[in-house]
Every structure is written in C-alpha cells, then in structure tokens.
C-alpha cells in the first residue's frame, strides 16, 4: 500500500465518518434537557371537566383585593366553591399592588405568626384544602418578598414538611402539580377524543409517557413510554396500540400552555413529568 | 452546545436503525460500509493519480519535443517514474539492443520497436486498471447485497409482527424502515461506484491513447534515425 493509498484509505475513512455523524447527531432537534432530577409524577383521571375545577394557573388574576392569610385560614368553607380560589389565588403581579393591605400579617418585626397560623388551621382541613391553602400560602409568600419568605421556611421547618435547604422544591406543591396534570389533561382531551378505542379493555390500560416540553409548551422530544399498568389477557394484545394512541395525543395536541413560572423551579418543574394516561371511554 | 445521540426508533438516524437490526442485516451493513469506505477510498487514489498521470506525460512530452538528442534526454529522464517514461525507456532499450548489432535488421527492428512500445503501453494501462474491477463489482453486487438485507430484515419484520398479533403501523414500520437501510446502504455504496467506474474507464482510455500517440510518433524517430544509419 503506497503513501498516496493510505492518504485515500484514510480521506475515505474520515469522509464516511462525518457523513453518519451528520446523519445521527440531532443538529435539528432542540436540545433534550439533561434529566438532572426525576420528572415529577402526575396521575391524569380520563373523565376530566372540560372547565377548569381547580385554580387556574394561567388566567389573570379577578379580584383586585388581595386576600390576607388569616382571613384565610380563619374560616375555611367546608368546600370550596370551584370559582373561589381563582379570584382568591394571587399571582406575583400583585406585588406591583400600591399599598400592603392594612390587613397584612408581615410587618418585619413580627414575622412568625403570621404564616403560622394558616398551617395550624390547615392540619385541621381536609387534605384537598390543605393543598389548596397551602398553594396559596406559598403564592402569598412569593409575592410579599423576602420577609416573610423568610418567617414561611421557617414554619415549614418547624412542622417538618420542608426544609430551608430546599426551599424552592416547596414551592412546587402537590396542588400545583395536580394543577398543572389537570391543564395538561384539559388542553390534550380534544386530541383524546378523536382517538378509537383499538379493542375492548384498551381504555382499562395505563400508559405512563414522560413529556419532555420547552419553554413555549412544545415538546421538546417524542413522548416517551415508562411502563404500562391494567394489562390484562384480553387487552394484552391493544398495549402497544395504546401508548402509540396516547403518544399521538400528546403529540398533536401540543403546544400546551402552561404557567411560565413552573416551567423550571429548581431542576423539577413541567419541562420534564411523567403523565400516567389512560384512553378516555 | 449539547449534542446528543438520537436513538429515539422515530428518527432516521443511521446509528439507531443500525443498532436496532437483525445480526444478519447488521452484517450487511456492515459489508456496504466496507465497500462504501473502499471505493471513495479508490476514487480519491485514482483520480489524484490520474492527475499527477496527465501532468507528467503533458511535461515529459513537451521536454522530449524541445529535445535534439534521444540518448541524452534518456539520460536525464529514461528514470522517471512515470508511464509515458517507461514507454520511452522501453523503446530505447530495445533501439540500442538492435542497433547495437554488426548487421542491422531495419524492418526487424521497426517491428521489435512497435512491439515492445506497444507492450509498455499495455502494461502501463494494466497497471493503471489494477482497482477499476473492484469498482465495477461494488458497483454492480452492493445494491443485490442490500436488498439481501432488506428481504431478510422485512421477513423478520413479518415474524415479529405475526408473533404480535397487532398489525398497526407502530409495530411494522421501525422494522421495514431498518431492513430498508440496509437497501439504502447498497445504493450509497454502488452509486458513486458505478459513477467512478465509468469516469475512470474513459480516462484511461484517453490516458491509453495519450500513450499510444507518444509511442507512435518516437517510433517514427527511431525509424526515421534506422534509416539514416
């Protein structure tokens, strides 16, 4: 083999190399986040409301009074009315309201009772208020800066439920997370609902799918399969038809719109959860 | 920037249909990389051959007109290693064995002349067509080779889809679009081979004539210089 043989050997060798390379790195594709912490696990239930039952994330906030959080905490109603807690919910735009309320616990001197008061009344609420109350109080926190951020961790700590090490893994609540599974699972019903059912006892078939999205709702790669639960003998035969029935739904259905803020809240957040799925019917 | 494999069996990328195949598609595969590797490998080798090829005989002709003296330029380029060189070399030899005699033959050394000119012509063009069968059988066995894959890897397919019991597309097309690779994989091997094969057929046909040209016109020499002996 002369030297001019191995120069061609060797450009052909490199030639064919870059041209796979090309071929196989996703140049075109966003890039997949890199799966830092697990995905935050969400149930979604097939029979959903087609209207929001629970606070809406992503409206605006109704009411313009702030609600204080011992109003709160005082009287709970035995069950909440479906709208309330969507003109209650604050969002950190109130911030930006002129004046702190006169009914407002934090001033700087006194800050532990304030916060306190919501948690105690909350063990004593059923678990559904208890999240709810508990998303508004860290909304709450969220919004009135530092200060009473500060007094809120505390009081976590205090009754064991979260610690000042990770305060931001807090703010992501099971109530968010159930808030965030049921918009997802209000914005794909529609591609739900076109889908057929491929057998009897397919809809009895849980897929869990791991959605990875962008910043704007978009998927930022194909719906993943997690494993299957209800699979029985009879529908055995429909599971993989499921999940490719489930993925497409995801798929077509995307964009989703989702509160911005939960996008990435210390590693966890929407850009990256596991939906478990089941065929409507 | 972070770049990723992507195996995802959605994409077409080559690694992930590569990874997912039957051993024996594998090995197809395989096969055409090789082939693909070898024949760039030869076209690259040739055609920068054929280049240095085309320049050294446009200079060695050029020189050998500007010369007077046959025996002298023998001494100055008869060593070149180049076709058109031992061509002229050949010639030369042969001239001085016949002349070197008593008794000169001149059609038996015309004749000897025209032979072992012709021989070097042959030989050179032997030498230069040593790779271009490679390229032909790439050329014409890869495409075969890769549908071999192909049939075996859509038979796999069936097998798996009728041990499914499902027919949906899901479950038949990563296994059609991997045993299509394999089909894909031949025609990007016998493509360019074809294409290279034919290219250099003509060049060196045009090469062969070049050289036959140059061996005609300095066997008019000698046999212009045998007469004046």
């Not at chain 1, 909440?80 to 002129?98: G, H, I, L, M």
């Not at chain 2, 180049?82 to 001239?95: K, Q, Y």
Request: hydrophobic share 40%; net charge positive.
């Amino acid at each position: 083999m002369t030297r001019r043989d191995s120069f061609a050997l060797s450009g052909s060798a490199l030639g064919h190399v870059a041209v796979f390379a090309l071929l196989s790195l996703s140049f075109l594709h966003a890039e997949k986040p890199v799966d830092v912490t697990p995905p935050i696990d969400v149930s979604l239930v097939s029979d959903v409301a087609m209207k929001s039952q629970s606070p809406n994330l992503t409206a605006p906030p109704a009411a313009a009074s702030a609600p204080d959080l011992g109003q709160m905490s005082k009287a709970p109603p035995p069950i909440p009315a479906p709208e309330q807690p969507r003109v209650a919910a604050p969002t950190p735009e109130k911030k930006s309201a002129p004046a702190p309320k006169p009914a407002d616990k934090p001033a700087p001197e006194k800050p532990k009772p304030a916060p306190k008061k919501p948690e105690k009344a909350k063990s004593a609420a059923t678990p559904e208020k208890t999240a709810s109350s508990k998303k508004k109080t860290e909304e709450k926190t969220a919004a009135k800066g530092p200060k009473i951020d500060k007094a809120f961790e505390r009081s976590m700590a205090a009754i064991g439920k979260g610690s000042a090490d990770a305060p931001r893994a807090a703010e992501l609540g099971d109530a968010i997370i159930a808030d965030l599974s049921s918009v997802i699972q209000r914005q794909v019903q529609p591609c739900a609902n076109r889908l057929t059912s491929p057998g009897p006892g397919a809809n009895e078939i849980s897929s869990r799918l791991r959605i990875q999205m962008n910043r704007d709702g978009s998927l930022a790669a194909r719906p993943e399969l997690r494993g299957q639960t209800g699979i029985t003998a009879e529908n055995r035969r429909y599971a993989q038809r499921v999940a490719e029935l489930a993925k497409g739904a995801f798929i077509a259905c995307a964009p989703y719109h989702l509160p911005d803020k939960y996008y990435d809240v210390g590693g966890r957040g929407w850009k990256d959860i596991i939906l478990t799925y089941k065929l409507p019917g | 920037m972070n770049v990723m494999l992507n195996t995802d069996a959605a994409t077409l990328s080559p690694i992930a249909l590569f990874l997912q195949a039957d051993w024996v598609v594998k090995l197809v595969m395989l096969g055409l990389i090789l082939a693909s590797v070898w024949t760039w490998m030869i076209i690259i080798g040739f055609s920068s051959r054929m280049r240095g090829t085309n320049n050294t005989i446009r200079r060695f002709e050029r020189d050998f007109r500007k010369s007077d003296n046959i025996d002298d330029f023998h001494r100055v380029r008869g060593d070149d290693d180049s076709p058109v060189a031992r061509v002229f070399a050949a010639g030369v030899t042969e001239w001085r064995r016949s002349t070197g005699q008593r008794s000169i033959d001149r059609d038996g050394t015309r004749e000897r002349l025209a032979t072992v000119m012709g021989a070097a012509v042959a030989a050179e063009v032997d030498r230069m067509a040593d790779r271009l069968n490679i390229l032909a059988t790439i050329g014409s066995v890869a495409p075969f080779v890769g549908l071999f894959g192909t049939v075996w890897g859509i038979m796999r397919a069936f097998t798996a889809i009728a041990g499914e019991q499902n027919s949906s597309l899901a479950v038949v097309a990563p296994g059609i679009a991997e045993a299509l690779f394999a089909t894909a994989l031949g025609l990007f091997a016998a493509i360019p081979a074809v294409i290279a094969y034919n290219r250099f057929s003509h060049s060196i046909n045009r090469v062969e004539a070049r050289l036959s040209r140059f061996a005609d016109g300095f066997h008019t020499t000698l046999s212009r210089q045998l007469e004046a002996r």
